[in-house]
């Protein structure tokens, strides 16, 4: 049978595949099993910083292979120490919580913030009644934005501002609100003392690859300020190089008091994290949050070897100047149907006054592999080591299908 097959039978149906197999990477091609050649826009949706077959994270996956590649979090690892270090370094953080995928790291900050909630209306208002009737006054509701995307999980769903998502999965978390993006007034009429946390992307990735304004993030970070809020930056696209800088945030001048990271943190390996200033990370007591997997020695190996090749190597530089230069090639595709470039970095989005879906297809037959965000906008996250060459390979195969439209 061949993998298609295989995969039809027994795999549940949450994915609407194309069909195609690939078999290996090189660079930022990927390799299908004819022997076929194709140019990845994708990146495993902005996972594959790096590519495929960097020397760097190979070696350092094997050698952590070979000594220990799961110890349970009962027991400290180098990896981890060494990651979570050097994570923090770099950022405005105090504490890191590792785990699995990007949805995890936002379930984390999700629990964390109504645990903050919790101890701060605790605070203010204590407890009352005894056994049974014992009361808490808790301070439970997040802030979250319409066009929004955080996860799979119930809770990071509900966080989810897109009802498309949520369909068939009620009843839903309660006490999420929603506000619209960029739209400070919306935010501010959703403010009482019950609030405890506003969660948003810096660029919101698959509603449309919308930056957010800098008044609109700085506004945020005033009123979270002036009423004792969190406020908490989705980093799960946006981090680790993709927009120009390590973390989005360093782009606006902004700083979150928790931040979720994941995609491009592992270079392909399944890794995510949720980083914290010290008032808000203290709130976890042992036992109050945990992951199996989290902070897995092999996935941090990867994940600070992926550091170590961004930061040494100046892909910063690369990403901001390939990303203008993307963005120039694709503002001047002469074609009608399209309405918007806009972006940040390697993160780009091509709005359309028609569906892409067929455009997605037809740049997969001719060797080019990208994705949607949407019905109508084509998403751009290659590699983050993509070329100029590579860019005007890429724009010559879109140009084609679409000047066939």
Same mark, same amino acid.
């Given at each position: 049978m061949l993998v298609k097959e295989i995969a039809d039978k027994y795999v549940m149906s949450t994915y609407s595949r194309f069909d195609k197999t690939f078999v290996r990477g090189e660079g930022v091609y990927l390799f299908d099993e004819a022997g076929g050649k194709y140019l990845d826009f994708t990146a495993g949706i902005a996972v594959n910083a790096l590519g495929y077959g960097n020397k760097r994270v190979i070696d350092a996956a094997c050698y952590q292979m070979n000594q220990v590649f799961h110890t349970s979090n009962l027991y400290y690892t180098a990896p981890m120490a060494k990651l979570a270090k050097k994570l923090t370094e770099k950022s405005c953080f105090d504490k890191v919580f590792f785990a699995n995928s990007g949805a995890e790291a936002n379930e984390a900050a999700f629990k964390l913030a109504r645990k903050y909630g919790f101890l701060k209306k605790e605070a203010a208002c204590g407890e009352y009644g005894t056994g049974d009737t014992r009361k808490i006054c808790g301070c439970s509701k997040i802030i979250s934005m319409k066009n929004s995307f955080h996860g799979r999980t119930l809770a990071t769903v509900t966080l989810t501002g897109q009802s498309k998502y949520q369909k068939g999965f009620s009843p839903l978390v309660a006490d999420i609100l929603y506000a619209e993006f960029n739209d400070l007034k919306s935010v501010e009429n959703l403010i009482d003392e019950e609030v405890c946390a506003i969660f948003t992307e810096p660029v919101q990735g698959e509603g449309g690859l919308y930056p957010a304004n800098i008044d609109f993030l700085k506004g945020l970070r005033e009123i979270c300020d002036k009423n004792g809020i969190l406020l908490i930056f989705d980093e799960v696209q946006t981090g680790i190089g993709r927009t120009g800088e390590l973390f989005c945030y360093q782009n606006y001048g902004v700083e979150p008091d928790i931040l979720t990271l994941a995609k491009g943190l592992g270079g392909g390996l399944p890794i995510g994290a949720c980083l914290a200033k010290d008032f808000a990370a203290e709130c976890f007591s042992p036992g109050d949050h945990a992951s199996t997997f989290g902070g897995n020695p092999v996935a941090c190996a990867c994940a600070n070897a992926v550091l170590d090749e961004i930061i040494d190597r100046d892909l910063f530089l690369n990403v901001k100047e390939n990303g203008k230069y993307l963005m120039e090639r694709l503002k001047g595709l002469r074609c @009608?149907?399209?309405? =918007?470039?806009?972006?940040?970095?390697?993160?780009?989005?091509?709005?359309? $006054? +028609?569906? %892409?879906?067929?455009?997605?297809? !037809?740049?997969? =037959? !001719?060797?080019?592999? +990208?994705?949607?965000?949407?019905?109508?906008?084509?998403?751009? %996250? @290659? @590699?983050?080591?993509?070329?100029? $060459?590579? +860019? =005007?390979? /890429?724009?010559?195969?879109? /140009?084609?299908?679409?000047?066939?439209?």
């Open positions: @009608p149907n399209i309405k =918007d470039i806009r972006g940040l970095g390697l993160m780009i989005g091509a709005e359309f $006054d +028609i569906e %892409v879906k067929d455009i997605i297809q !037809k740049c997969l =037959d !001719k060797g080019l592999l +990208i994705i949607g965000a949407g019905k109508n906008v084509l998403r751009f %996250v @290659p @590699p983050l080591i993509i070329t100029k $060459d590579e +860019i =005007d390979e /890429g724009i010559a195969i879109l /140009g084609e299908v679409l000047s066939a439209l």
